[in-house]
């Protein structure tokens, strides 16, 4: 219980005597898009990333209908580029192979980004 309290003392401490240094690194305080993204900017691109990977919003939407839509959208993309590259995605025992995964990735985390800089420059926060 006393770690509890001194912890709780300690992290009220440090939010008010460094409240505006820590506010300025994670909200960046610029509305302007040009400006050059802070730390909760990458963060929200990356929050969006990995949603986008697990879940799309029109599977959002069919749950909220009452629907389920079993497949991950990364699943999907994973069959869709193992297709291209001629791996025998119908296969019971295929798994993508990692550089398969590693394009996955990198077309999710660009796709985040992409989110993240729409609701940037058009609300001038990325993590909406």
Do not use: H, K
Not at 73 to 79: A, E, I, K, Q, Y
Not at 109 to 126: Q, T
């Amino acid at each position: 219980m006393a770690a509890a309290v001194a912890l709780t003392v300690v992290t009220g401490l440090c939010f008010t005597v460094w409240q505006e240094d820590i506010s300025d690194i994670l909200f960046e305080q610029s509305m302007s898009p040009s400006a050059a993204w802070g730390a909760g900017d990458v963060a929200g691109g990356v929050l969006w990333g990995l949603s986008l990977w697990y879940c799309s919003p029109l599977q959002l939407l069919l749950l909220f209908l009452g629907q389920v839509d079993t497949e991950r959208p990364s699943d999907w993309v994973l069959r869709v580029l193992g297709q291209a590259a001629g791996l025998p995605v119908t296969s019971l025992d295929y798994t993508a192979p990692w550089a398969v995964q590693a394009v996955a990735a990198a077309l999710f985390a660009g796709a985040g980004l992409g989110v993240a800089g729409l609701w940037n420059s058009g609300l001038g926060d990325a993590t909406w």
